[in-house]
């Protein structure tokens, strides 16, 4: 049995301890928005926040877990509201098939939470572990400077 | 979460007629691109849209969602007609019956780039019988003339008394009336449109931001177990014996068993089947593939590219024209590889058999061909077999499967269990999974006339065929020869294939080889056969342009003097990519042009290249001529990511075959583009009022011939076997 927050909430998980945080997301907790992608951290798609920091829920057992704080794409959403990378995202219309999107997101929400002015380059830098073969990259990048953009706006307010 | 996902549960049409007033309305359909389908001219009676008494409007969708788009332009068409809100459209996946089938193919199908294109009428007529039925209701509710009704918001409004009521409300008069469809109906003029050629994000695009969207790998039914599957090391091997003590004793192990996929383990969790798949001890016969290589599929196409060929088009006389060119004939081979699709979602299905039939819930392009295989399989009648469909995280034709490989296993894992069981491929089953983009070997050989332009062209193509021995035998194999293997080097429109190169050429010959149907199975890859023709066709036409003293794009602009859609492309291309205006040292332009599903396309490049070889794609010019362009936002998207997928497989997609095994197994050594490798990209697209065409696939091709023209132009080595990354140029 490991102890863990997710997505604020305390769960307790019965399972192998080498079960994958990614499945351990998708099948004992249904939480599905947590993609499958490649299972050895090459492309991104399962990524989560654990502890604040952006991380491949495929590559991290379930035994690391115990007493740690684990955020997925579902936490996003703050009283209904899309947070305001998931609005960039949406208003910049990046998704295609969308099956890669909840990780670039939370690489993306992890990136401006300590950068919030990201460079091109630095972009690149924090993104380029993910991949989309739909070839979303141009409105990715344009997605995170309009979030900066309003962050930046909201900071000011 | 939002309703933008269509149900995971299935409809019955009779059982939504009957519930809560709700009303279908029947829609004639034509067939549209008429010249483009196989079975010629089909009319189907198709039922698209319901109306409930609460006002919502229900599409019932019988395309697709795998990143196209399809969603969006068919919501935009039915409301467009309807006059209401395209986001305020719910949408539930149509059945697998024929009345759905696609006119163009007569199959449940989305593929081909044809979607926008041929929904484009009936969609429209569907909206307008409906509203022409919601008006005629509100003309007799308060005896007015039909002249003096307008609809906006969902409703039917009379401007001079100010009545209104909502479609919803008029449903009950319909029905009291006996209001029928009217047998004809005007559709909007493009001048009054609101919503089609405007930019529109994503239908389903909230849902794929808050992680609701629901995949197939997402489905969860009550006591649903998972399935890993122990596939051959070779494709097509067999079980020969296996040892399951291991893997059963492991927790959550339910049962092991053969399938003809290979082994298959059943689990409480998919981890738990995955990690028992990987303890089974198994014996395999590795079967008649088992001395495969792809470099003796390079070797055997080579020697049967020198072998006549069977004559796919000879216009005037190619062969005389270069026999008579002496040592002027400009010859060269071009090699393509294995590519797979690699989708971000790795295969799955889930799969319930029950006494009655059989269900799946499944991303599949291919609805009717997945129902036929399995309805075989089970041995049961086709309409017994129910498929549900979720979302796909991308497809590029690996989900339009013709042996449905990866829902009949779900099936017979399925089959004698009373749970449903989903199967989930990793990525390493997925890279290895045997169906792929086939390998092709192209020898050309050209002449130039006295002006060095190109006088004749000799094209043999090699490779496996996609449609041989399939039920699209009869349209697609002609005298032997596959047109799917074609599509892109016939200079004229052969068979379904309503278009040619848009070049001419005055003497132009093509010849065809099916190698020898071994090793893995031929399956359609993002734009298809312009995969392979179209890199052949449009770095040969570079070699040729240089060879005869030409400009590329202007050697391009004369041959095209007669087909005035890719002229307009070329010269806009010229213009916006500053075709003219030199770069500075170590850095290069290249282009090429294509025409794919009626729609030409045209892409200028410009690289930078180091002396070791790396280089970067620093920018790219899409020009696109897709008729009426329906979702400009949706059209940009689709030029930029079907570029961007092109440009992977031409820099490194490869998949290797020794001694019967695929060599790359994940995205460590199956590389695909990446964020730092994306060029700025710049979508230019052409203004028409022609019917919306293709847009999907067109911008998958050209980006390959376009960088390997660059990067002779920059460095002067001419690549002729692919991907770049075998030939020392590496995309950084």
Redesign the interface.
């Known amino acids: 049995m490991v102890t863990f927050t997710i997505n604020g909430e305390q769960r307790s998980v019965s ?2 301890e ?3 945080l990614l ?1 351990v997301l ?3 907790l ?11 951290a ?2 991104g ?1 399962c990524t989560v926040h654990l502890d604040g920091k952006p991380v491949r829920s495929c590559s991290v057992p379930l035994s690391a877990l115990e007493g740690r704080s684990v955020d ?3 936490s ?2 703050n009283n209904q509201q ?1 947070s305001v990378v ?1 609005q960039a ?3 910049t ?10 990780g670039q ?1 939370m690489s993306a929400t992890a990136l401006l939470a300590e950068n919030p002015s990201p460079s091109d380059e630095e ?2 830098q924090a ?15 344009k997605a995170i400077h309009l979030a900066a953009e309003r962050l930046a706006q909201e900071v000011k307010a | 979460m939002n309703d933008k996902n269509p149900s995971a549960v299935g409809i019955d049409r009779r059982a939504f007629m009957k519930a809560g007033g709700a009303l279908l309305f029947a829609a004639q359909c034509p067939a549209t691109f008429a010249t483009q389908t196989a079975r010629g001219e089909t009319a189907l009676l198709n039922s698209f849209v319901k109306i409930a008494p609460d006002n919502s409007i229900t599409l019932i969708a019988n395309h697709s969602e795998f990143g196209n788009g399809a969603y969006t332009v068919m919501s935009m068409m039915l409301a467009e007609e309807l006059d209401v809100d395209y986001q305020s459209i719910q949408l539930e996946d149509a059945p697998t019956r024929p009345e759905y089938y696609s006119p163009l193919f007569g199959e449940y199908l989305t593929a081909g780039s044809v979607t926008t294109g041929s929904t484009w009428l009936p969609l429209r007529t569907a909206g307008a019988k409906a509203r022409a039925m919601l008006i005629a209701a509100a003309a007799a509710l308060w005896t007015v003339d039909t002249t003096t009704l307008t609809t906006r918001d969902g409703k039917v409004h009379h401007e001079a008394s100010g009545k209104s009521a909502s479609y919803g409300e008029l449903l009950a008069v319909i029905a009291a009336q006996s209001i029928e469809p009217p047998e004809s109906v005007t559709l909007k003029d493009p001048s009054a449109f609101t919503i089609l050629g405007k930019p529109a994000r994503r239908f389903e695009g909230e849902s794929k931001v808050d992680g609701s969207a629901i995949y197939g790998i997402d489905v969860k039914l009550p006591n649903m177990v998972y399935g890993a599957i122990a596939r051959p090391p070779v494709y097509g091997g067999k079980v020969v014996d296996f040892d399951a003590a291991e893997a059963l004793a492991m927790p959550g192990v339910i049962k092991v068993k053969v399938i003809r996929a290979g082994v298959v383990v059943l689990a409480k969790t998919y981890w738990q089947a995955k990690k028992a798949r990987d303890k089974l001890a198994i014996t395999w016969d590795r079967g008649a593939n088992a001395t495969v290589s792809t470099e003796q599929f390079y070797a055997d196409y080579r020697a049967l590219a020198d072998q006549p060929g069977l004559l796919a088009e000879d216009i005037g006389d190619a062969l005389s024209a270069i026999q008579s060119a002496g040592d002027s004939v400009i010859e060269s081979t071009y090699e393509l590889p294995l590519l797979a699709h690699a989708t971000m979602e790795p295969l799955n299905c889930v799969a319930r058999v029950t006494d009655d039939g059989c269900e799946i819930w499944s991303g599949t392009q291919y609805q009717s061909n997945d129902q036929e295989v399995i309805s075989r399989f089970l041995g049961i009648a086709q309409e017994k077999v129910v498929i549900h469909r979720p979302l796909m995280g991308g497809s590029f034709g690996r989900r339009s499967s013709k042996t449905a490989d990866y829902t009949v296993e779900a099936v017979e894992a399925a089959l004698g269990e009373d749970v449903p069981v989903q199967i989930i491929w990793s990525r390493e089953e997925d890279i290895k999974s045997g169906h792929y983009r086939p390998l092709f070997v192209h020898k050309l050989r050209a002449c130039l006339d006295e002006q060095g332009l190109p006088k004749a062209w000799h094209q043999t193509v090699v490779g496996q065929s996609l449609m041989q021995g399939s039920k699209h035998d009869p349209a697609y194999m002609v005298r032997g020869m596959d047109l799917y293997s074609l599509d892109g080097c016939l200079q004229e429109p052969f068979g379904v294939f309503p278009y040619g190169t848009s070049y001419q050429i005055p003497n132009h010959r093509v010849e065809s080889h099916n190698a020898p149907r071994v090793g893995f199975v031929p399956q359609e890859w993002r734009s298809v056969a312009h995969t392979h023709t179209g890199v052949a066709y449009e770095c040969f036409l570079d070699e040729l342009a240089h060879a005869g003293g030409m400009d590329p794009l202007e050697l391009r602009l004369h041959l095209t003097r007669e087909h005035p859609r890719m002229h307009r492309v070329l010269q806009t291309l010229k213009e916006k990519a500053q075709w003219d205006t030199p770069l500075g040292a170590g850095r290069a332009r290249g282009m090429a042009s294509r025409i794919y599903s009626v729609s030409p396309i045209a892409q200028a490049v410009e690289i930078t290249v180091k002396e070791n070889g790396d280089f970067t794609v620093d920018r790219v010019v899409c020009v696109v001529d897709c008729g009426f362009a329906v979702n400009p936002l949706g059209i940009e998207g689709q030029v930029e990511g079907g570029m961007a997928l092109g440009l992977g497989a031409v820099a490194f997609g490869k998949v290797d075959i020794v001694a019967g095994e695929v060599q790359q197994s994940n995205f460590h050594d199956y590389s695909v583009l990446r964020l730092a490798q994306m060029p700025v990209v710049e979508v230019h697209i052409l203004p028409s009022d022609e019917p919306p065409t293709g847009v999907g696939e067109q911008a998958t091709t050209p980006i390959a011939p376009a960088i390997a023209n660059a990067l002779f132009n920059a460095t002067g080595k001419r690549v002729r076997r692919f991907p770049l990354s075998t030939q020392g140029f590496n995309l950084v």
């Open positions: 399972a192998e080498d079960t994958p499945w998708r099948d004992h249904q939480l599905t928005g947590t993609k499958f992608g490649c299972g050895i090459q492309c798609a997925t794409i579902e996003l959403r899309l998931q995202w949406l208003e219309d990046v998704a295609q098939c969308g099956y890669c999107q909840s997101i972009i690149t993104m380029n572990g993910h991949v989309c073969r739909c070839g979303t990259y141009p409105r990715i990048r």
